[in-house]
């Protein structure tokens, strides 16, 4: 099975996280997209992935914990506010209210 190793210290927001998983993993294609549904179609298989499968190793995770964590989370859910349709708004500003607080999911456990 094929291994790919991304490492911690290489990016601090969610877009950079994307665009290095994306360089690593299928650097033959166009770049991941910045979304979480894109990625988890990569992490699913296709999209230039091994059929089989492969194995990501994560170097310096801790890093990326906390760099991706809830002040991460704020700054997404801010640009998802600015853009989202009028009819999600009040959804997202809870979520938004909720990752302020430091509770609920982050960039990483989403």
Partial sequence: MMVYEIDG????????????FGHVVI???DPVSDNLDAFDDVLSGGFGTPDEGFTLRW??????????GYPETVRQLELRLARCHPTNRARVSLDLK?????RGPTCLSG
């Fill in 98 to 102: 909720e990752a302020q607080a430091h």
């Fill in 9 to 20: 210290t290489g990016f601090s927001t969610l877009e950079e996280f994307f665009a290095e």
């Fill in 59 to 68: 170097k310096n995770h801790v890093v990326s914990r906390q760099r991706l």
């Fill in 27 to 29: 650097p033959q294609s």
